[in-house]
């Protein structure tokens, strides 16, 4: 009880009793290394147990019960064929009786003949020649340990069930040296409990009095809705918030290439592509030849539907940067679509003396080489590519631009290792998904955000229609039509092999 006592966040997990080094090195394998790992590892779901349930027929399949019996009968069976070991027995309570059955547990029949009084939980199945039976159930000790409510966690290293509650159970000393990064109130929401309560109050929750109030607050921990919960999400937004902020400020300050524009780089865009730019496109262009001016590295992010022109807006930006002497490097998330951006920027920029160049894994070895070279050398300006872009053994004689098509597509770590290429390059990202202006900010706070609110002549505008599953028919029928009317669909399904 002394070492319990002692207990601190850092230790490490092979100081808690059941613990030995190969469940340590197990358990490291899934992150977890220290007590306060342990501490942050969180119920996914909560069962009340505080209600005992008696075996007199009111039991129904489905139901998830506490009961409390006397063991009458334990049989232990091996089916070979299934490489199966059942127990099963039969208990009762006075009231009534009901058949246990565990599934490859086989430890179970002796304990079950030792111990004539036992508390179970778990789910009545119906059986298929009719009556029930409980489902594999937990062994509760003891009645303190059958009472309240079981925070049920997700399994780490084989521990699971009631091992893992009691593994968790001995590191709840620690929380009291947990400590609080927001401990000074006036940086969080004043209904936002402190950390140690609400590590404590999710481990081992506090019912109220009421069945009401306690069954409000199991609704709002299984939902992830307590209290408890959002101070947790607090602090994940604000660390988030944080980083971004530090990450926006560092790439801000780092020195760029100025590029002082000429004046006729926007002009020539009537000259280089068919249409007239839209108010929204000149108006993005100008909050990015501001950024390119400063002297300072550019992180900006485009965002706009399909068919809003987000393609022209990096195009003429690189243009500016192309003019300044510098190479530009477009990274898109798939080789189709880097050879769809290659082609639309042959037409828009060859005519400037700046044809685009492709680097992607399905050239032939020799034609990536060639271009390597050539980026090296300084000989090509503009290069069109997928995660071929930042491999060790690309390198560019003078990167001035960096522009990533679809952001989400991309880790950090492969932004980064492109942006290293070159020293502060600028950054452009372009994005199609319609992110809300607020969540925009939030989760691209390193960037400046830019929205090309306004479509081309003659474009429809994108209408988004959410139906439920049983209006297929209807949307089938919808599809029928739009066929019969010349029109294309495409139905996108979310399992690659179906």
């Given amino acids: 009880e002394t070492r319990v006592n002692l207990l601190r966040p850092d230790d490490p997990l092979i100081t808690l009793k059941g613990i030995g080094p190969k469940t340590a090195v197990a358990m490291a394998a899934e992150g977890m290394r220290t007590v306060a790992d342990l501490l942050l590892h969180l119920p996914r779901r909560y069962e009340d147990r505080s209600h005992l349930t ?130 000074d109130t006036k940086w969080r929401p004043g209904d936002l409990p402190d950390l140690q309560r609400c590590l404590r109050e999710l481990h081992s929750p506090t019912l109220p009095r009421t069945i009401s109030q306690r069954d409000e607050l199991l609704n709002e921990l299984n939902h992830r809705r307590s209290q408890f919960h959002r101070r947790l999400a607090f602090d994940e937004l604000l660390a988030f918030a944080c980083t971004m902020a530090e990450s926006h400020e560092r790439r801000t300050n780092a020195w760029a290439p100025p590029l002082a524009q000429r004046a ?5 865009a009537s ?17 990015i030849r501001r950024d390119l001016e400063k002297g300072r590295a550019m992180a900006r992010l485009v965002q706009g539907d399909v068919g809003s022109g987000k393609t022209a807006v990096a195009a003429l930006t690189m243009l500016m940067v192309l003019e300044g002497g510098y190479q530009v490097a477009i990274m898109a998330p798939t080789e189709l679509l880097a050879e769809q951006h290659a082609r639309t920027l042959a037409e828009i920029l060859t005519g400037a003396g700046y044809p685009p160049s492709l680097l992607v894994a399905s050239l032939p070895a020799a034609d990536r080489r060639e271009v390597r070279r050539r980026l090296a050398e300084g000989s090509v300006s503009l290069v069109v590519g997928t995660h071929a872009l930042f491999q060790e053994s690309v390198e560019y004689r003078r990167l001035g631009l960096v522009v990533v098509d679809e952001q989400h597509r991309f880790g950090v770590v492969q932004r980064t290792a492109l942006l290293e290429k070159g ?27 830019s929205i090309i609110d306004e479509l081309p002549p003659g474009r429809r505008p994108v209408r988004t229609v959410l139906r439920p599953s049983d209006a297929r028919p209807k949307v089938f029928e919808f599809l029928r039509k739009e066929i019969s009317e010349g029109g294309r669909v495409f139905i996108v399904y979310p399992l690659i092999d179906a």
């Avoid at 006729?264 to 020539?268: A, G, S």
């Fill in 271 to 287: 000259e280089l592509l068919p249409f007239e730019l839209t108010g929204a496109q000149r108006r993005v262009l100008e909050e």
């Fill in 264 to 268: 006729d780089v926007l002009d020539r």
């Fill in 423 to 449: 020293r502060s390059p600028h950054l452009l990202v372009m994005t199609a998904t319609p992110i809300p202006r607020s969540l925009a900010l939030t989760v691209y706070g390193d960037l400046d955000l």
């Fill in 54 to 183: 008696t075996l007199d027929g009111l039991l129904e399949p489905g139901m998830r019960v506490l009961v409390r019996g006397r063991v009458k009968s334990v049989r232990v069976r091996r089916i070979p064929r299934r490489r199966l070991h059942i127990v099963d027995g039969q208990i009762e309570d006075g009231h009534g009786s009901l058949k246990v059955v565990w599934f490859n547990q086989r430890w179970l029949g002796r304990r079950l003949e030792e111990e004539p009084e036992l508390f179970l939980f778990g789910r009545i199945r119906e059986m298929r020649g009719g009556g029930l039976e409980l489902l594999n159930p937990e062994i509760e000790e003891t009645a303190e340990d059958a009472e309240g409510v079981a925070a049920i966690y997700p399994t780490l290293a084989r521990f699971g069930g009631r091992r893992l509650r009691k593994l968790i159970k001995q590191c709840l000393p620690a929380i009291d040296l947990c400590g609080d990064p927001l401990s």
